[in-house]
């Protein structure tokens, strides 16, 4: 908004100069975000401890019943009033993109809302159906990719048929063409991100900080991209318009460390399904529209093993009777392991910093 209001007046007066600067935006959306969350962040838990906490799931590690029972849910909309906020203030509200990620996040944790409301008020640990979040996901999901491969079908500069093609790391030019396939695709990247980071959500603090380090990831991606100098240079497909990504990405980060506060160990507010629903679609989204799909698969790699652990306890369970892990997603398997929950949460961190490095190293090595 800012941008738009005051970047006419830049040639009149010098220090306006700055709303020109991607960085600087970028910069100015994860501190306004920061200190939106920060200060909301009291208020807003005393509001939701008068309105009661859900029931700890007892499929859980029995040690969460006594220590977690009585922590209030639905903390995520800290985030997502932080990451709008941010976001609409210092962002170009004219880019169509930008409105496209907000569109997810606000759908997707829309749904979460409804889930951890119905399990707060009816005193449960059962939500909205399964097969009913899914559902809406996948139709928020459609409409979002519709609209992405629209737009970069009718940008500038760009290949024939590369708005339904999927990029390789690590090679310079290769893109596999999937046609009318990347619309499931793409559906399926936007809401297996936003799924895979609600299952890591189980632990203080444990999602939070891998969902800033892919964020801070994907703002450089999307800097990148989106810039015709810096892809030429770094031999990316440039996707116009995508650069003003990164000023959502940053929003995220400061929404997310203002959250951090308050659901660091011992956590006063949990994310629930409001948070991690809508920064996994955000992240996934953005991957889609930068085309890193693949490299959301290496940034987002915490994520992927905890759904994947879930994934083969059940195709375990169900085919010989066995069980692979002691409790999935896999943090549990650990905490039955006897590892404290700091360690487990701390030493997640470093692995999915680890693989943001390592997904960062795909945009040189080509």
């Keep these: 908004m800012l941008y738009l209001l005051l970047s006419p007046f830049a040639d009149q007066f010098q220090a306006l100069n700055l709303i020109n600067y991607l960085t600087f935006r970028t910069g100015a959306a994860m501190m306004t975000a920061f200190v939106l969350a920060l200060a909301i962040g009291n208020p807003f838990i005393g509001w939701l401890r008068t309105k009661g906490s859900q029931p700890i799931r007892t499929d859980g590690p029995e040690s969460h019943i006594v220590a977690k029972a009585g922590t209030p849910t639905m903390g995520g909309f800290i985030i997502l009033a932080g990451i709008l906020a941010g976001t609409l203030i210092w962002a170009d509200i004219s880019n169509p993109y930008l409105w496209v990620v907000i569109f997810v996040t606000a759908g997707f944790g829309g749904i979460g809302f409804i889930d951890d409301w119905r399990k707060v008020t009816q005193k449960s640990t059962e939500g909205l159906s399964g097969k009913g979040k899914l559902v ?19 940008a500038p500069d760009t290949p024939d048929n590369f708005a339904t093609s999927v990029a390789v790391p690590f090679f310079k030019d290769l893109m596999v063409p999937l046609s009318y396939a990347f619309y499931l695709f793409g559906m399926v990247v936007i809401v297996g991100a ?11 603090g444990l999602a939070i900080v891998p969902v800033m380090i892919a964020a801070a990831s994907f703002g450089f991606i999307a800097y990148f991209v989106g810039s015709s100098v810096y892809s030429e240079y770094l031999f990316l497909n440039f996707t116009p318009g995508t650069g003003e990504l990164s000023v959502i990405c940053g ?74 892990f002691r409790m999935a997603p896999i943090h549990h398997h650990y ?32």
């Design 251 to 324: 929003a995220m980060i400061g929404a997310g460390l203002g959250f951090l506060w308050y659901n660091a160990p011992p956590a006063m507010v949990f994310m629930g399904d409001t948070g991690s629903l809508s920064l996994g679609g955000a992240i996934g989204t953005i991957a889609v529209a930068v085309k890193h799909e693949i490299v959301l698969v290496i940034i987002g790699g915490l994520f992927v093993l905890e759904a994947v652990s879930v994934m083969v306890q059940v195709a375990s369970f169900k085919l010989t009777g066995k069980r692979v």
């Design 136 to 154: 809406l996901q996948f139709i928020i999901a459609a409409i979002a990719v519709v609209a992405m491969v629209y737009l970069l079908d009718t």
């Design 194 to 204: 936003s799924n895979a980071v609600n299952l890591t959500d189980g632990l203080d």
């Design 335 to 366: 905490e039955k392991l006897g590892w404290a929950e700091p360690t487990i949460v701390i030493r997640f961190w470093i692995i999915a910093f680890v693989l943001a490095l390592i997904g960062l190293s795909t945009l040189k090595l080509r």
